[in-house]
């Protein structure tokens, strides 16, 4: 069951692909006077089912409802001592978000701490399930609306979430299940199927990718090639960043580092290896390239409030933003896609989509005027933070998105009230264009910013990690929080993007990322070197990718399975044993598909860990796709070793794992010899 309200104007943002009439809620209709400031307060049913009334006077029981607060632009709902949240998609923190608050806002932040409150995605669904406490009830809710939104789930209250707008316009969705178990997985698939099906990614895109920021020539690439062949481990694609570009210009490629381009492609796919170009948001100014003009010309970039276009900086230097809110705009640019397609590209991933902005002009201008005055000084305490930032506060600032303008069906509208759809657009511009522009292939596409919505076209990679074994965790806490949004292809950055990986780091991190569909290694500039062939324990790193090419045809049918039943890939033990109390509290296993278990080791110098086993299952303790011992095991918990090296799967009851014969690239995987464990 599903029940949709409208609060204020909100504005449309395509996520939502059923028709669902609308309840409204009258903010101006008093129903009950808020307490002392003579507001007004209406009361949703908590799950949304109670009755067909549109507006429900808060009665008595201020338990199960929604409170809406006109002057304080919230909503907010009491919960019971044990409840759980799970959702919100990309974000911080463990897979039950009770306790923090969190701000749906795309964010170029490379520091994934868990203080932070947003990162790259603005994912606003969540589950609320309290069904071991007193008020018993499980609900889903959807908050849809394209600007900045904070979801304060007890960080102000601990036994009260608050959803805060910036602007209390919104539709509110409120999904319940009639199962009486299933509850969280039925309310997930009803949310998908509202939101439309996962986009499917090519099966290549399961193999092991390869990245750096960046690869700076052809002949770098083929050096990385080379030496994945020599050390006999499996690889599909080799990615390209920003360094292939002609000076950071979209849609161009530096011909002095890779001259002849499209023979370099054909060379490339001809050895089985797809090479992956980045796409960024802005657009180089520069006189004579071909996008920039265009684009003046057909009015596709974003404008100031008196009609001059924005000027930013990024990678090039200054650039403008196309308008991808705007269709034509999207049609433009997707097309544009049509260069690299058209050299034989069939991947991309799309960056900087926030958008990210270093600086914009007129943000500097004001900074060179402040620091000015700044000259001559005795800087004192207060002085030189405020001279200190005042330059650092140029990056990604509010008031920037404050000013410039988007045409969105029909309509100008300041970027920051639909900040959140600018990376979602950017991308549907690219996967609208690629059935048009390359209809027999299927493409790989996976961007940084994201809204729910965009999972129908793409799948995202959770951006700028760091070599860390925290982040290894979170990288295993992000994956249901996304599956739940429709994000199934997805990944992180393995072994961490900025900062130093260790040896092992990479191992215990590649014993995780076998599992997930975006397995790719990929670092920064200027860090240490991170390709798996580098490291002292080749044949180690062997045995994980071969292991992972053995898994592809599971993994692969499990994926196409959760997108076409709106189902997930990665569950928490919640979803799954719901009767069981300790489930709900395991934050550091997964069940991968229908027939497995993981439980990933994710501290240093650990030779195991402890698990839990919510029922019986069979242990497998693999090192390498045909070495392996097996082990049944009581529900309960478990000490298990796991040196490094050694990946722990867990078979469900009357389950099969299916293990093919791998090889060096996926499509030379011999499946149809198939080796089954059985339990
Ligand atoms: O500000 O293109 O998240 O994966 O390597 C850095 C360079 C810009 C950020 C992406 C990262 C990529 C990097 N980009």
């Given at each position: 069951m599903i029940r949709k309200y409208k609060i204020g104007n909100p504005i449309e943002t395509d996520s939502v692909i059923e028709a669902i009439p609308e309840i409204l809620i009258d903010q101006e209709k008093a129903v009950i006077p808020a307490s002392g400031e003579g507001g007004t307060e209406t009361i949703i049913p908590a799950s949304g089912d109670s009755n067909s009334k549109a507006v429900i006077p808060a009665l008595g029981d201020e338990n199960s409802g929604w409170i809406v607060d006109?002057?304080?632009?919230?909503?907010?709902?009491?919960?019971?001592?044990?409840?759980?949240?799970?959702?919100?998609?990309?974000?911080?923190?463990?897979?039950?978000?009770r306790g923090w608050h969190y701000v749906s806002f795309c964010s170029d932040d490379p520091h994934h701490e868990e203080g932070k409150t947003s990162l790259y995605g603005a994912h606003n669904f969540f589950v609320y399930d309290s069904r071991d406490c007193n008020d018993n009830i499980c609900f889903g809710m959807y908050v849809d609306t394209p600007g900045r939104v904070e979801f304060d789930m007890g960080y102000s209250d601990p036994d009260e979430i608050s959803i805060i707008f910036e602007d209390f316009d919104a539709y509110i969705y409120l999904l319940k299940s009639g199962h009486p178990s299933g509850t969280i997985m039925d309310i997930v698939r009803q949310f998908r199927r509202i939101i439309g099906r996962s986009y499917i990614?090519?099966?290549?895109a399961f193999g092991l990718g390869q990245s750096r920021w960046s690869y700076m020539n052809a002949d770098?690439?083929?050096?990385?090639?080379?030496?994945?062949?020599?050390?006999?481990?499996?690889?599909?694609?080799?990615?390209?960043?920003?360094?292939?570009?002609?000076?950071?210009?979209?849609?161009?490629?530096?011909?002095e580092a890779f001259p002849d381009f499209k023979e370099f492609v054909s060379e490339m796919s001809g050895r089985?290896?797809?090479?992956?170009?980045?796409?960024?948001?802005?657009?180089?100014?520069?006189?004579?390239?071909?996008?920039?003009?265009?684009?003046?010309k057909?009015?596709?970039?974003?404008?100031?409030?008196?009609g001059d276009l924005f000027t930013a900086a990024v990678w090039p230097g200054r650039v403008h933003f196309p308008d991808f809110l705007k269709e034509d705009t999207r049609r433009w640019f997707g097309d544009k896609y049509k260069v690299l397609t058209e050299a034989g590209i069939d991947g991309f991933w799309n960056d900087m989509n926030e958008p990210a902005i270093f600086y914009s002009e007129d943000g500097l201008k004001k900074v060179f005027e402040k620091i000015d005055g700044y000259k001559g000084k005795n800087l004192d305490i207060d002085s030189f933070f405020g001279f200190q930032g005042s330059v650092s506060g140029l990056c990604n600032s509010e008031e920037d998105y404050g000013s410039f303008y988007?045409?969105?069906?029909?309509?100008?509208?300041?970027?920051?009230?639909?900040?959140?759809?600018?990376?979602?657009?950017?991308?549907?511009a690219a996967a609208e264009a690629f059935d048009k522009i390359a209809p027999d292939k299927q493409i790989l596409m996976f961007s940084r910013a994201s809204y729910i919505g965009m999972h129908r076209y793409a799948g995202i990679w959770t951006g700028d990690n760091m070599s860390w074994w925290s982040h290894l965790l979170l990288s295993i806490q992000q994956l249901p929080g996304l599956n739940m949004c429709g994000f199934l292809y997805s990944g992180s950055d393995m072994g961490g993007f900025g900062g130093d990986v260790t040896e092992d780091l990479l191992i215990r991190w590649l014993s995780f990322a076998i599992f997930t569909p975006l397995l790719r290694d990929h670092s920064a500039m200027g860090t240490r070197?991170?390709?798996?062939?580098?490291?002292?324990?080749?044949?180690?790193?062997?045995?994980?990718?071969?292991?992972?090419?053995a898994l592809i045809p599971y993994l692969y049918a499990e994926y196409l399975w959760a997108a076409d039943n709106d189902e997930m890939l990665f569950k928490p033990l919640a979803f799954e044993y719901e009767e069981d109390v300790r489930a709900k509290e395991v934050e550091d296993e997964l069940l991968v598909g229908r027939s497995i278990m993981i439980a990933p080791v994710y501290t240093q110098n650990a030779s195991g860990r402890y698990v839990y086993l919510p029922e019986d299952m069979k242990m497998i303790r693999f090192r390498g796709y045909d070495d392996y011992d097996e082990e049944q095991m009581k529900a309960g918990d478990h000490y298990v070793r796991a040196q490094l090296g050694e990946v722990l799967v867990f078979i469900r009851k009357g389950h099969e794992l299916p293990l093919a014969m791998p090889d060096m690239r996926v499509r030379d995987i011999d499946t149809e010899n198939i080796h089954y464990i059985r339990n």
């Open positions: 006109k002057h304080g632009k919230k909503l907010t709902f009491s919960m019971s001592s044990h409840a759980c949240i799970y959702g919100l998609g990309e974000q911080v923190r463990g897979i039950n978000k990614a090519p099966m290549w770098e690439v083929r050096g990385v090639a080379d030496s994945y062949d020599k050390a006999g481990i499996p690889l599909d694609s080799i990615y390209l960043d920003i360094d292939y570009m002609e000076r950071y210009k979209d849609f161009t490629v530096n011909d089985g290896i797809h090479l992956v170009p980045i796409i960024d948001a802005g657009v180089k100014i520069e006189e004579g390239y071909d996008v920039y003009e265009e684009g003046v057909g009015n596709h970039f974003v404008k100031k409030e008196n988007h045409e969105y069906k029909g309509q100008r509208i300041r970027h920051d009230k639909v900040h959140n759809l600018y990376g979602y657009n950017m991308t549907r070197r991170q390709e798996l062939y580098r490291f002292k324990d080749t044949d180690m790193f062997r045995n994980l990718v071969e292991l992972r090419y």
